[in-house]
């Protein structure tokens, strides 16, 4: 494990220098990944490995929190040390297209046009995704890439192409295991 560990080392540091933004250097990378990042890594890997099914591994928190970060520095170790097949998705890229949001917003109500607003997510094709990640008779997929800056979803060939059954998927957003408030409420 130690010469794992030394393996991935050097990738984790690579990648926590692209999210250092000036300034604001990330501290303590070592102990985080000794302590955090490599501890809840086996713990998901002991998790697969109970029945090696897929297991989708939920991130929640704030937009700017580092779900993303998290999510990448997982892949890397668990790609790397576990050899698992990991594929990350966020719940942005399942934001409904510009045009959609535009019918919604004129027919239901004005707030559809920004995207966020709970209800401008395409929930079916998300848990569409999700049960085909999960299928024991995987076939190749494509899932949606949104762009922020044009305030749309990329065109198909731009999307990330899914060829093999993921062990493990991390799925990251800013409502991720959120229930709905009841009806009474």
């Known amino acids: 494990m130690v010469k794992t560990i030394r393996m991935i080392k050097s990738d984790y540091l690579k990648f926590i220098k692209t999210q250092e933004v000036a300034g604001k ?21 002991s998790n697969y490995k109970k029945d090696k099914k897929t297991k989708v591994i939920g991130l ?10 998290l999510a990448k520095i997982f892949q890397i170790i668990l790609s790397t040390i576990y050899k698992l097949k990991v594929v990350n998705i966020s719940i942005d890229d399942f934001y409904r297209t510009s045009n959609e949001r535009k019918k919604m917003s004129k027919f239901t109500h004005p707030l559809f046009m920004t995207r966020g607003v709970p209800g401008t997510h395409d929930s079916k094709m998300l848990f569409k995704i999700i049960k085909r990640l ?27 192409k899914i060829t093999k059954k ?5 799925f990251e957003g800013w409502c991720v295991g959120a229930k709905p408030q009841s009806k009474k409420d």
Not at 25 to 45: A, M, T
Not at 60 to 69: N, R
Not at 166 to 170: A, L, S
């Open 166 to 170: 993921p062990d493990i998927v991390i």
């Open 134 to 160: 999960k299928n024991k008779k995987f076939k190749k997929l494509m899932i949606p890439k949104f762009d922020k800056s044009k305030d749309d979803r990329l065109k198909i060939n731009f999307w990330q």
């Open 60 to 69: 929640s928190g704030g937009q700017g929190t580092g779900k993303t970060t």
């Open 25 to 45: 250097r990330i501290i303590d990378k070592i102990g985080k990944l000794n302590k955090f990042y490599i501890p809840l890594s086996e713990w998901i890997y």
